[in-house]
């Protein structure tokens, strides 16, 4: 099975380690154009596998057992008592946002120190503490925009996880992008071949317009997260590549026939 590894580990103050019931990681691996989206669920240092700190919280004020279900082809989810939480083959959580930053309430800790902020607040809730100043360079680029507190991605994390509100990618969604470019370019050039160009164009509205409708749905009432911008862009690209086709070959034509009959005929006539 494809662990995501770990090379070494950099361990908080010993004063927290000792007092701490457990401990998780809360490294993130950023994508290519640096937006976190994907968060490692597990990852592997040695013969030994760790979760991070949002199941280790959410382990801790539910007192439930943790534990990863392994198959032949990867990591096949989590599981926490009965709950079982979707991720990749390498274990990566697809992290449903709550919004933009500070989304979350957030207190300041001083407020805390001088009891501003106390039992009322704070009672039966899941607290995380964190720096969310850009100073401390704990901040992080997601699909909302940039200057996200690293502590509240994991606050995202844990409230999914709660609620069991998942966007979800299985690996078949791929075929269906495929597909979906595929018949998308085949239909419009059917259509551009046996019918004119007003009922290609209302072609193309229609699909772009019901494309972008089941998108949404899917997207919004199961949370499948369905590629958009392929094949919309490609019922806009064949259509364009047709429709300058068809003018530049009706042009020649045009130009063909013209020639032909300017040799018989007057010009007015032609």
Request: without cysteine; charged residues 15%; negative net charge.
């Amino acid at each position: 099975v494809l662990f995501r590894s770990m090379s070494s580990v950099g361990l908080s103050l010993s004063e927290f380690v000792n007092a701490a019931n457990s401990a998780g990681f809360v490294s993130f691996v950023p994508e290519v154009d640096g937006v976190v989206r994907w968060v490692p669920m597990v990852m592997q240092l040695g013969e030994y596998l760790f979760p991070p700190l949002s199941l280790q919280v959410l382990k801790e004020a539910t007192q439930l057992p943790l534990a990863v279900r392994i198959a032949p082809f990867g990591i096949d989810g989590l599981k926490l008592g009965d709950s079982v939480f979707p991720t990749s083959e390498t274990g990566d959580f697809l992290v449903n946002y709550f919004g933009p930053a500070f989304t979350f309430t957030h207190y300041s800790a001083s407020d805390v120190l001088n009891g501003k902020v106390g039992k009322k607040e704070l009672e039966n809730k899941i607290i995380l503490v964190g720096g969310t100043a850009a100073g401390i360079h704990d901040i992080h680029t997601t699909p909302y925009g940039p200057l996200y507190p690293g502590v509240e991605v994991h606050a995202n994390i844990i409230e999914g996880l709660i609620q069991q509100d998942y966007i979800l990618r299985p690996e078949w969604l791929r075929v269906l992008d495929i597909l979906m470019i595929l018949v998308s370019g085949l239909i419009l050039g059917w259509i551009s071949i046996h019918f004119k160009a007003y009922t290609m164009a209302l072609a193309l509205v229609s699909g772009v317009g019901g494309y972008l409708l089941s998108d949404y749905y899917f997207f919004t009432q199961k949370g499948l997260w369905i590629n958009t911008i392929y094949p919309v862009f490609t019922q806009i690209f064949v259509y364009s590549g047709i429709t300058v086709f068809k003018f530049g070959f009706e042009e020649r034509e045009k130009r063909f026939i013209k020639g032909a009959f300017s040799q018989y005929l007057a010009p007015a006539v032609v």
